[in-house]
């Protein structure tokens, strides 16, 4: 690719990295911080540009959070469960929510203290602004084809269909949040050894607790 | 046992009921609306007494939230831990945390949330306080008991020790801590079945999920 000669015009282009620039800026504010203690001007003074010029892009601080929830944080959301359709066998379906939550995760290193944050906590602001982004039909899809399995006995049919993903969610997201909050504490032999981490170890013990649990990976005999 | 008679002296044991409830207070204001922004006066107006006596109860703010640490929360870790001797067979330890997790919680309703917002969040107030109470001994007889099975034969080989008990705690604490914060939208599936849901099935589905995941808990046999 060859740099592109200057034009008129060009000032829309730049215009768009500001915008992208303060929604970054915000979105690391956000998490690291809090929504609540993060003010319109505070997002400028970091992003070295004016409060007025955070008010142009995003008119007021409500517009700039939903902002930052529809080009951001919605952008985790789907990339998790856009690939998911109904189809695939459960085991397939659930190891790959996983290996999207971690990759998406190194891409969007903010995301899991956000959520714990202003999803997880009572009276965080983003709480709301999620519910409504939820995607119900694939969470549907997800727990009836986790239903489908455990009638045809492929499944244990002592799990909760709708709690799998909440577990899934636990299992995965919880140890990525402990790593970002306890990387200040390498005394803590835990807190040392999730902040250091290699996520490939992380992804193959989540896996391998989905998949078998406790017990031997053996070839398995059903009892009927 | 008989009731004791009123007898001089009797004035200690009612400043003791008073500290306790200052205490109780405090907890629920912690976990409620969060350590920041809980003043000595909101305690102290939430028990119906003055802010002098929460001084005379507690010197300062930071011995209240010492209390706190030690009277309340440290039950918690207690209640968790203390059976844990690295002798049982591991799924019996793993299972006997879940179990005691759930019960606690039922004892200790602001745990999850104190747990989320005070030692998960980044900036939680509790997380220096609690890493200082972290039962280092126990947490070490525990990975030393899931390695021994491991090495044994006897135990799913691709977990990680050290990382099994952050998984329990995912499996468990978030979901008690979303029953907790999603209680207002019984309009989401899933909230629904967190909030109303019968403390039993949610221990038979992370108990299932822990010994065997998702695969069928039949007869097994090793490859080996």
Do not use: C
């Not at 952008?75 to 856009?82: A, N, Q, T, V």
């Not at 709690?163 to 306890?182: D, N, Y």
Request: no cysteine; charged share 20%; aromatic share 4%.
């Amino acid at each position: 690719m060859t740099t592109p000669a200057p034009v008129r015009g060009r000032p829309l282009a730049s215009d768009q990295d500001s915008r992208e620039k303060l929604l970054d800026t915000a979105t690391l504010l956000f998490s690291s911080q809090g929504i609540a203690v993060t003010t319109v001007a505070a997002v400028a003074r970091q992003a070295g540009v004016t409060a007025a010029m955070v008010h142009y892009y995003f008119k007021n601080r409500d517009q700039l959070i939903e902002a930052v929830v529809d080009e951001r944080v919605s952008l985790f959301i789907r990339s998790i469960w856009e690939p998911i359709n109904g189809d695939q066998p459960p085991e397939q379906m659930i190891m790959g929510i996983v290996d999207r939550m971690i990759s998406t995760t190194e891409k969007m290193p903010w995301m899991p203290a956000l959520w714990v944050r202003e999803v997880l906590s009572d009276g965080g602001q983003l709480r709301e602004r999620m519910v409504r982004r939820v995607p119900l039909a694939k969470l549907m899809l997800f727990a009836d084809n986790i239903a489908r399995s455990q009638q045809a006995g492929q499944l244990n049919p002592q799990l909760q269909p709708d709690l799998i993903f909440v577990s899934v969610i636990g299992l995965t997201m919880l140890p990525l949040a402990m790593a970002r909050t306890l990387k200040d504490r390498p005394s803590l032999p835990i807190a040392h050894k999730l902040a250091l981490m290699d996520k490939a170890l992380l992804a193959r013990h989540i896996k391998a607790l989905l998949l078998h649990g406790l017990a031997m990976p053996g070839a398995t005999l059903s009892d009927d």
